[in-house]
């Protein structure tokens, strides 16, 4: 059983950063491709960023391309969001989520992920 534990979350200014770190343990975290979500209150869970677990392919979602950058140390079976230049409406609670499927993968689909973290909460202020 893969079990996956965000960090970095919490408070930050319009403009700031922060990087988030997504920890895998209980798996073969190179053969898994990795995604991050979010959720804001009274929304659905968004896709925001994914990496194939090869690491030669990253997917962002439109909002954050060119702010968000997503990698992965296989090394250290975690995977990173740096995120610059944050806006309030990027407000949310950040989940990492880790597909088992090497040969299909759907990046941006959540039910393509088969482990989801607690999630971590980021939240912008103007």
């Known amino acids: 059983q893969v079990q996956l534990v965000e960090s970095g979350g919490g408070l930050v200014q319009a403009g700031g950063s922060l990087r988030l770190s997504c920890a895998a343990s209980?798996?073969?975290?190179?053969?898994?491709?990795m995604g991050w979500f979010r959720q804001a209150a009274g929304k659905e869970r968004e896709f925001v960023a994914a990496?194939?677990?090869?690491?030669?392919?990253?997917y962002y979602a439109d909002s954050v391309k060119g702010r968000f950058t997503i990698s992965r140390d296989n090394a250290k079976s975690t995977v990173y969001l740096q995120m610059n230049s944050l806006k309030p409406e990027d407000t949310a609670v950040y989940y990492c989520?880790?597909?088992?499927?090497?040969?299909?993968?759907?990046?941006?689909?959540?039910?393509?992920?088969?482990?989801w973290g607690p999630g971590t909460q980021v939240t912008v202020s103007s």
């Open positions: 989520a880790a597909d088992r499927d090497v040969l299909l993968y759907y990046p941006s689909r959540r039910s393509a992920y088969d482990y």
């Open positions: 209980g798996g073969t975290f190179g053969s898994y491709n």
């Open positions: 990496m194939r677990w090869s690491g030669g392919s990253t």
